[in-house]
């Protein structure tokens, strides 16, 4: 069966949104699974690398904020292709800096930076030169990308050292941008790709109550608790595995390779639960947090490395399917307001706050609290993520309604 024009532009533009976003968390994955070498090699310390992961996420974050706005009035294929290009030389000048800590943080920080000029504005081309379907099909791509992208780099860190695996990504990031930026011209000449279709109304309040009406409220707190999991957690995850359960740092980069491989189908397996729950976006959150906390507590019961292992994947990926209904079906969903790169920064922003914040306190508290105690607060996450993503308002219509029959 042919397919229809609509459906091959789509295909073209999540191909190369997928692409992009590949090398985007490669790159971010990159200290995450040679940090185990690092700590062996005495090259820095856990504080020094959650330092890095903070100044990376707390820039990321901010950059959200920012590039989501500018996004929404600066063509993507600018935006994108810049964002990948310094990225990649922030992150060469990280790499042949890390010896002065204070420079190599900068430079960290500023490829989360650089990074967060990528997402607002990829989303916000996609929903707006794609039917809902297929924008929701495109997001899923590059959401899978995201989470491939994790084993990828495992498999990097157990074969190469640590500094080539920093350059590769910083290779792969100048590499893309290119890539990206040729596309893009292409896409525009051929009509795939258009701008400026939809804007948002004049006046910011009227915007805010938009957004509001749109249960932006209630998304935030998905991207925050959600964020924790997804990014803080993740890449502290090869170091759990080393100290907690008595891995070498070669093991620790081979079971994460695999864990985060299993991870990556997190998306498909949640859209096809979405689809059998009749669309029913509150009830896929439900389970999705429910699945979660759960296995976080049986990670805390069950220390034989194998069941731990496995119901931290299962953990990890009940946070990551709340993760893309949030960023898979809620995101694109906003393509007629005109504000899908602002509204898209600043739940990314929210999300990568939040990760800054805990990753920072991760670091202290793997050696303060334990291992134990901090696998409490990551169900406790969850367990509010189940209270976030109850009907609430279904609930209390229901209710009204029965006290006016009585």
């Known amino acids: 069966m042919a397919i229809n024009k609509k459906a091959k532009n789509a295909i073209y533009l999540g191909v190369l949104c997928a692409a992009a976003y590949l090398a985007v968390y490669f790159a971010r994955n990159t200290l995450s699974v040679v940090a185990p070498q690092m700590l062996e090699e ?6 020094l690398i959650g330092t890095f992961s903070s100044m990376f996420f ?6 959200q904020l920012i590039n989501g706005i500018i ?5 993507a294929k600018y935006m994108i292709s810049g964002g ?5 030389v922030a992150n060469v000048i990280f790499t042949y800096f890390i010896d002065a800590s204070s420079v190599a943080a900068i430079a960290y920080g500023m490829v989360g930076f650089f990074l967060s000029m990528i997402y607002g504005p990829m989303t916000k081309v996609v929903s707006e030169n794609t039917d809902l379907k297929y924008a929701v099909r495109c997001s899923l791509g590059y959401t899978f990308s995201s989470f491939l992208a994790s084993p990828m780099a495992g498999v990097f860190a157990a074969f190469f050292v640590w500094q080539s695996v920093l350059n590769i990504s910083s290779a792969m990031l100048v590499v893309m941008a290119v890539i990206c930026f040729v596309c893009f011209i292409c896409f525009e000449k051929k009509g795939v790709v258009k701008y400026g279709q939809y804007k948002a109304a004049k006046g910011g309040s009227k915007n805010i109550k938009l957004l509001i009406k749109r249960s932006i ?3 935030s707190f998905v991207a925050i608790l959600t964020g924790v999991v997804r990014t803080a957690v993740v890449f502290w995850l090869p170091t759990y595995i080393s100290e907690y359960l008595g891995f070498s740092p070669e093991q620790s980069a081979t ?14 397996i949640v859209i096809y639960v979405y689809e059998k729950l009749k669309n029913n976006m509150d009830l896929t959150l439900l389970l999705s947090f429910v699945v979660s906390a759960l296995s976080f507590v049986v990670v805390y019961l069950v220390k034989e490395p ?5 119901f931290m994947v299962l953990a990890v990926m009940g946070a990551n399917g709340a993760s893309t209904m949030l960023w898979s079906r809620y995101c694109p969903s906003l393509y007629d307001t005109g504000m899908v790169s602002s509204a898209t920064g600043f739940l990314d922003f929210l999300s990568y706050m939040a990760a800054s914040i805990s990753s920072s306190l991760f670091a202290n508290a793997a050696t303060t609290i334990g291992w134990g105690s901090l696998i409490m607060v990551w169900a406790g996450l969850m367990v509010l993520g189940i209270v976030v993503a109850l009907p609430l308002r279904g609930i209390f219509a229901k209710f009204h309604k029965s006290e006016k029959a009585q």
Not at 58 to 63: D, E, K, L, Q, R
Not at 84 to 88: A, M, T, Y
Not at 306 to 310: A, K, L, R, S
């Open 71 to 75: 996004g929404d009035k600066i063509k």
């Open 255 to 268: 079971i994460f390779t695999v864990a985060t491989f299993v991870m990556s189908f997190t998306s498909f």
């Open 217 to 219: 409220i209630k998304f």
């Open 58 to 63: 707390s820039f990321y974050a901010v950059g």
């Open 306 to 310: 194998t069941v731990n292992i496995i």
């Open 84 to 88: 990948l290009l310094f990225s990649g």
């Open 42 to 47: 005495g090259v820095s310390s856990e504080e």
